[in-house]
């Protein structure tokens, strides 16, 4: 079925662009919608980043899970003044607004940096827990059901990906190695390195792994 933007007749509609207030407001209660006003408020970069830090000066220890975290150019100055003669920082630069790793660099410098375009910069974390020698990162697939009363469901399982270059801390010379500091499956994918996994019932091989068998690696570690 092909969905007409001045029907009212559908129950469920899912879609990939931003919803129009014009549609939320004609909507009934049988219906729902992939989309909330006001989701880039977490989806951009630059404004998930905003929010974070206006909860971390609330909450000051609920949200120290993130590094610090800069919006430029609005607050280049102060990012600027991070870089001293005392030691080499590596922050992670961000385009506000871009996916699938376009963009992304590591930096010990200010320089190259720019200032024309909204960009996120935060602190790199050098020691990141590894699992075979490797960063990951973990997909975590939940479905909100409703916002007031707030309604979350969990997913059992998700998706972790892996980077495909053994993981050394950051110098001058790796900078540049996306496949060992990034781990977006984009990026990794075309890496010779990169094995995809060929078998539903094998979850812990490749480089696209379940979540339930990373939990399984965590866990047996402690």
Not at 13 to 37: G, R, S, Y
Not at 110 to 120: F, K, Q
Request: aromatic letters at 14%.
């Amino acid at each position: 079925m092909i969905y007409e933007p001045e029907s009212l007749d559908w129950d469920i509609l899912w879609t990939d662009n931003a919803v129009q207030p014009e549609t939320l407001a004609k909507m009934q209660p049988f219906q729902k919608i992939n989309h909330f006003p006001g989701m880039y408020s977490i989806a951009r970069k630059n404004n998930l980043g905003r929010n974070l830090m206006r909860m971390r000066k609330a909450f000051p220890e609920a949200f120290k899970f993130f590094p610090p975290t800069w919006l430029l150019p609005a607050e280049f100055g102060d990012f600027k003044n991070q870089f001293t003669k005392k030691g080499k920082k590596t922050f992670i630069i961000k385009p506000a607004a871009s996916s699938q790793g376009k963009g992304i660099f590591l930096t010990r410098t200010w320089e190259n940096v720019p200032t024309d375009e909204p960009m996120v910069a935060q602190r790199y974390l050098h020691k990141p827990y590894l699992i075979d020698g490797l960063k990951f990162d973990l997909r975590i697939y939940v479905l909100i059901a409703g916002c007031d009363p707030l309604r979350i469901f969990l997913y059992h399982d998700g998706l972790a990906r892996l980077a495909t270059e053994e993981y050394i801390a950051p110098t001058n010379d790796n900078l540049d190695n996306v496949c060992m500091h990034l781990t977006n499956y984009a990026i990794n994918k075309d890496n010779a390195n990169f094995i995809f996994n060929e078998d539903a019932e094998e979850t812990d091989v490749g480089h696209k792994r379940s979540v339930v068998s990373v939990f399984k690696v965590i866990l047996s570690v402690f």
